[in-house]
């Protein structure tokens, strides 16, 4: 444990004062809304979450206690578990624990121990608030946890995104601890008496994290002994410039998107016209777990028809346009069928049917069909190749669906999201675009059939 010399009780119970005020003063103005919440605090046993506890459990706030036994450090890691709930225990603080087989899951997933560790973690703490119906969860991360988490995204190239460090709050987690230091904490630890346990695995330079807290950070302070001071300011500038870039961002975004159903079309002419278009692109896309960003660039210049794929969204360059749209590998069934009682569909399109007295001709949306030229089920498809029909208005002449498509200049994705309406074998409707000349209304039609698509 550290040792700290103070030159009499007076200036302890200042130091302790200080921290105490900072800490209630920090929470009360950045989490206002914390008042009168359910709040669990994430617990290992270690110096910086026994510290919080300490400083939670001093204020007006409902608290109860988490804490994971990942089983990476044999009997260590039961101690620390035992040492946890003794504490809660002693001082009549609500404790939930559990224990997870973190090694195994890492290999069945194929993950490292941290990232296992970490999914374990928060899986867990997401499912005890809805069952135990808490609000928030509270992390004991801090200012020097925001330095290493910086230079680790430094090391392996980031944006301004990975350079604002660790968020104050993400979801349901909240970390009020950030603005203070470890030496701020060790402090206080020492100076009220509060015991915590060591994690041994802290001293190994095995990890990166560890290999950066040992061996830079030192040196780092040595140059400039307020260095954290130093780096909190440069983190604010940082935020500072991050929040100016996602304003410009969304006005721009306002003259070059166009969001249509769940599509998002950019306008090419537009986009290319800005001198950095290619920031705003990462800007806009990122969230949608894209990675490979010279592949998009080469979007913007690329022939039409080209493709990007993020694990769910795609991007698709359709001549002047690029389209972002959800992509799913799973196969959508590909055919539905109507039954002659059925007054309306809902899935995969939303169609009315009905018989009318009269026609009124004014959408590709809607249809007249002579009633007795349609047999029944009808089927809802997906197009083919080789699909051909014959257009309203072109007697006797047939087209392949695939050149009306052509001809409407529909992107791919378009292409993919049209449904075929068959009556036997033959196309009824090209949904939504073209009806198809046999099954029109004629002066003989003694029955008019209306099929709408809402």
Do not use: C
């Given at each position: 444990m550290l040792n700290i010399s103070f030159k009499n009780r007076s200036d302890l119970i200042f130091y302790f004062y200080k921290m105490f005020s900072k800490?209630?003063?920090?929470?009360?103005?950045?989490?206002?809304?914390?008042?009168?919440?359910?709040?669990?605090?994430?617990v290992s046993g270690g110096i910086d979450s026994m510290v919080l506890l300490h400083l939670l459990h001093q204020l007006p706030y409902e608290i109860a206690v988490l804490h994971c036994n990942f089983q990476l450090r044999g009997l260590e890691s039961f101690g620390d578990q035992d040492f946890v709930q003794n504490y809660c225990g002693q001082n009549n603080i609500p404790v939930f624990s559990t224990h997870f087989d973190t090694e195994a899951f890492a290999k069945d997933f194929k993950l490292s121990t941290q990232v296992a560790a970490r999914e374990l973690r928060y899986n867990w703490f997401y499912e005890l608030l809805e069952e135990k119906n808490f609000?928030?969860?509270?992390?004991?991360?801090?200012?020097?946890?925001?330095?290493?988490?910086?230079?680790?995204?430094?090391?392996?190239?980031?944006?301004?995104?990975?350079?604002?460090?660790?968020?104050?709050?993400?979801?349901?987690?909240?970390?009020?601890?950030l603005p203070f230091s470890r030496e701020e904490i060790l402090k206080y630890a020492e100076e009220n008496k509060i015991d915590w346990r060591e994690d041994s695995s802290n001293a190994s330079t095995k990890y990166l994290r560890n290999k950066i807290r040992h061996n830079l950070v030192p040196v780092l302070k040595e140059i400039n002994p307020n260095f954290i001071d130093a780096f909190?300011?440069?983190?604010?500038?940082?935020?500072?410039?991050?929040?100016?870039?996602?304003?410009?961002?969304?006005?721009?975004?306002?003259?070059?998107?166009?969001?249509?159903?769940?599509?998002?079309?950019?306008?090419?002419?537009?986009?290319?016209?800005?001198p950095n278009y290619k920031s705003y692109l990462y800007q806009w896309?990122?969230?949608?777990?894209?990675?490979?960003w010279n592949d998009i660039y080469d979007l913007v210049e690329g022939q039409s028809g080209k493709q990007v794929f993020a694990e769910e969204f795609r991007l698709l360059k359709n001549r002047e346009t690029l389209i972002l749209s959800p992509f799913s590998e799973t196969p959508e069934k590909e055919e539905y069928q109507i039954n002659e009682n059925d007054t309306e569909v809902n899935f995969p399109l939303k169609i009315s049917l009905c018989n009318v007295g009269h026609t009124t001709y004014d959408s590709n949306r809607v249809i007249f069909v002579d009633a007795d030229k349609i047999r029944f089920p009808l089927l809802l498809r997906k197009w083919k190749e080789g699909d051909s029909f014959q257009p309203?208005?072109?007697?006797?002449?047939?087209?392949?669906?695939?050149?009306?498509?052509?001809?409407?200049?529909?992107?791919?994705?378009?292409?993919?999201?049209t449904w075929i309406l068959c009556s036997d074998?033959?196309?009824?409707?090209?949904?939504?675009?073209?009806?198809?000349?046999?099954?029109k209304i004629e002066k003989a039609t003694n029955k008019i059939y209306k099929i709408e698509l809402q």
């Open positions: 800490f209630q003063n920090h929470i009360v103005s950045r989490f206002p809304f914390l008042a009168e919440k359910k709040l669990f605090l994430a609000d928030y969860i509270l992390t004991a991360h801090h200012a020097d946890d925001n330095l290493e988490t910086f230079i680790i995204n430094l090391t392996r190239g980031t944006g301004l995104e990975g350079l604002t460090g660790i968020p104050e709050q993400n979801d349901k987690i909240i970390r009020p601890l909190r300011k440069t983190q604010s500038f940082l935020q500072e410039s991050k929040e100016m870039v996602e304003d410009a961002s969304i006005m721009i975004y306002q003259q070059v998107a166009k969001e249509v159903g769940e599509d998002i079309h950019f306008d090419l002419n537009q986009l290319k016209k800005l896309l990122n969230e949608f777990g894209f990675s490979a309203f208005g072109m007697h006797g002449k047939s087209k392949k669906v695939s050149k009306l498509f052509k001809d409407e200049k529909l992107s791919l994705i378009e292409k993919e999201k074998d033959q196309i009824v409707w090209v949904a939504g675009i073209r009806q198809d000349e046999r099954f």
